[in-house]
């Protein structure tokens, strides 16, 4: 069974990243593959016909999305026309729910096959969206073994395929090399902090964790403290923060990006919640996750939000194994307490380091390449393999 069309529709950067590998592998598969939809600098090279910019579907924010909703309309009703007319084998949404789950309703409707690639945090809130995705999709690829259990057990047809960054990161770092590489010295403590990419998270976060940091390096002579910026703005902003705290200044080391490094060099890893805390897991590094909001967000979170955990390697394994410090408990001191056993407990914290690997492992699938066989599977109308959500290691297994 060959595949002649299919239809992407990506909505950010991370969605280009992921288009483009699917494409990579359904072309190795099916030569001759012509591509259609939306799509970034990657997915065109790998030989998408854009219809529209990539940044079109990337609107965050309640205004934003209000601002730019006559536009998202039009849009949508211009793709649909479009893929109808172009008659794919298959509509694949990657990401960008709100945009794309619609989309695939109405083609699904129209008789096209249709799958979602990337989970929308369904299992974590607003859980009823699950039954207008059933009526959407054929099927739902999730790069994470729990979410892939939340769609099985709703009956949503589904396929676990692994995280590309599980594929990207190596199984093996060096700590020493790495140090050495930043200019970090070789035989002494090191912290890395990570107050978040997002504006509003260094303003809610960056004193805390400046303060936390400014406690520990009194208990400790030797700590140094590493902290990548997400962003050249971020990095301004901590920089300026860093100004109160002159008694971290020759133990801070600010750096512009290289959070994988900062992470890889360290003990232990100070970090707000996000794709961050699964990069640091696949960095095999034992970590803190401290997380603040507004109030009034806060407020909403604890009643619409139905997971025990909030980190990913938590949410991934089914049980406590990173601490979690969130809203009135992210004080400097409780993050400080907190921090200093971690980097008391060193069999504690290879422990987790060796858990953390084993994890890794276990979500390193060769992400694109079960995403190609799930859609060459759904358009040959062949189950998606399921098999293996209950056996991955990172899960609790007495749930």
């Not at 579907?57 to 039009?74: A, D, F, N, T």
């Not at 729910?97 to 979602?116: S, Y």
């Not at 990548?228 to 860093?242: F, G, N, V």
């Amino acid at each position: 069974m060959t595949l002649e069309r299919v239809y992407l529709v990506a909505g950010e950067l991370s969605g280009d990243i992921l288009g483009a590998g699917l494409m990579r592998e359904l072309s190795a598969r099916h030569p001759g593959v012509e591509f259609r939809g939306i799509g970034g600098p990657r997915m065109e090279t790998q030989g998408l016909t854009s219809r529209f910019p990539l940044e079109t579907l990337s609107v965050m924010g309640l205004v934003e999305v209000v601002k730019h909703l006559p536009e998202l309309i039009r849009v949508r009703r211009t793709l649909r026309a479009d893929a109808l007319a172009w008659q794919p084998d298959i509509m694949i949404g990657i990401d960008a729910p709100d945009f794309n789950i619609g989309l695939e309703k109405q083609l699904r409707d129209a008789g096209l096959t249709t799958a979602h690639y990337v989970s929308p945090s369904v299992w974590a809130w607003r859980q009823g969206r699950v039954k207008k995705i059933a009526k959407a999709v054929d099927g739902m690829l999730t790069l994470l073994p729990f979410e892939a259990d939340f769609y099985h057990r709703h009956r949503v047809p589904v396929a676990f395929v692994g995280h590309p960054l599980a594929d990207e990161l190596p199984l093996e770092n060096d700590r020493h090399a790495t140090r050495q590489a930043l200019g970090l010295p070789t035989d002494v403590p090191i912290v890395a902090l990570l107050p978040g990419s997002r504006g509003n998270e260094v303003r809610f976060l960056g004193t805390t964790f400046l303060r936390a940091a400014e406690l520990l390096c009194q208990r400790h002579e030797a700590l140094h403290v590493v902290i990548p910026a997400a962003t050249p703005q971020r990095y301004q902003e901590i920089r300026q923060l860093l100004a109160s705290y002159p008694a971290l200044d020759e133990r801070v080391l600010l750096l512009d990006g290289q959070a994988r490094e900062a992470m890889v060099a360290s003990d232990a890893v100070l970090l707000a919640s996000g794709t961050a805390a699964l990069e640091a897991m696949l960095c095999h590094r034992a970590m803190l996750v401290a997380y603040k909001m507004a109030p009034a967000t806060h407020w909403l979170a604890k009643r619409l939000v139905k997971t025990q955990w909030i980190s990913l390697p938590n949410l991934i394994a089914q049980e406590s194994l990173v601490p979690e410090l969130i809203q009135e408990a992210a004080t400097s001191e409780a993050i400080a307490d907190q921090l200093d056993q971690l980097l008391a407990d060193e069999t504690a914290r290879h422990a987790l380091e060796a858990r953390f690997a084993r994890m890794h492992q276990s979500l390193q699938r060769n992400a694109s390449q079960r995403a190609a066989q799930a859609v060459t599977s759904l358009v040959a109308g062949d189950p998606l393999d399921n098999n293996e959500i209950a056996g991955y290691e990172g899960r609790h297994h007495g749930r």
